[in-house]
């Protein structure tokens, strides 16, 4: 309501839809509520390849609102085309894509197959139904090994260390490249951080399938004891306790930018690039120990031998976001540590009953 009051007092911001290319995975389903929220409207596609529809029925339920979902592979140009024209959007936010870092390694032809194809599907479908805004997952990985933290938006790309980095790297210059040739064309690339936490209903969340690669959902399991213990990969890291170092941001903040993203979106053309991190680095341990204490139980944990690829410090300066979209976060770690474990505590299966 606050929101909706906002935008009709400056006048500027008009209420959108919004069409969410992987919106019922972790960022698109929060996303999906801050959107609602905020006075748009949603309309979502999927595959269902890491997530369900069952996502989908819970953000309806904690807005209140029906949401146009179908069951389409966003590389199915016809298929996606029929979803154009039967809802017609004025934005896309193009979460759909596969992330998980070591898979991408074992099987890296499936990934630049459907996270390129993806973003190349999209920009067409766009075009010829003359939609000419996107917000785009992108990630801090683009950053690569060569930049020093804090990492500013200005810095020159760096060198990936897995092909899940690559195609984030190379869908960022596919969309600048399509911006510069097509001057309606406006899209915001968001470098994402480390989302963790949930909305705090506790009735939508992270919902890895078999074991987790990411740290909260492996912490998380551990302690409800779906996992034996918890390995910290690297003590031996220069950084202040040994243990690496990242920029973690909750997910209902992460949701909230995209929403900044996608009314600044349409003010402007061209591309930006905005990252999305609260610029204070935790390390592995400050997490394990919050967890802890924000929910008052005792971690089984040991620290193990370092991961391959792994950077030791990886943070944002969250400036840009400050300054251009006006948004910044505001959550701080102990919400993300109770949000995540009441997630699933609520939900030890995640979705599945
Ligand atoms: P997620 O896997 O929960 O969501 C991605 C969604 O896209 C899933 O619902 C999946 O089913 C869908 N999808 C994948 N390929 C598709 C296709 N071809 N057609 C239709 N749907 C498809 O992941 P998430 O954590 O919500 O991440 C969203 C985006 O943000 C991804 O692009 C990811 O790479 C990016 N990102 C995530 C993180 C993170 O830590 N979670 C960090 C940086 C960037
Ligand atoms: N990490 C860990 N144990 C795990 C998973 C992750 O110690 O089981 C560490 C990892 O080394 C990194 C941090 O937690 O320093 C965040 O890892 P994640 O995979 O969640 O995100 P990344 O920053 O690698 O994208």
Redesign the pocket.
Known sequence: LENRWYNCFKGEINNMRVLL?????????HTAVSLIEAGHEVVI???????CAE?IARVEALTNTQIPHYE????DKAALDAVFKKEPVDCVI??????AVGESVEKPVAYYR??I??TLTLLEVMKENHVNQIVF?????VYGAENASPLYETMKKGTCTNP?GWT?WMMEQILSDAAYADKDLSVILL?????IGAHPSGTIG??PQGIPN?LMPYVSQTAIGKRECLTVFGGDYDTPDGTCLRDYIHVCDLAEGHVKAVEYAQTRKGVDIINLGTGTPYSVLDIVHAFEKANNLKLNYKIGPRREGDLAVCFSNADKAKEVLGWQAKRNLEDMCRDSWNWQKQNPNGYKK
């Open positions: 290319a992987g919106g019922a995975g972790y960022i698109g389903s596609v999927d595959n269902y390849d890491n997530s996502a389409v592979d966003v590389k193009h979460f759909a894509g596969l992330k459907n996270n194809d993806t997952s992108s990630s801090a990985t899940y984030k470098r994402y951080f480390n989302p992270e919902d990411n």
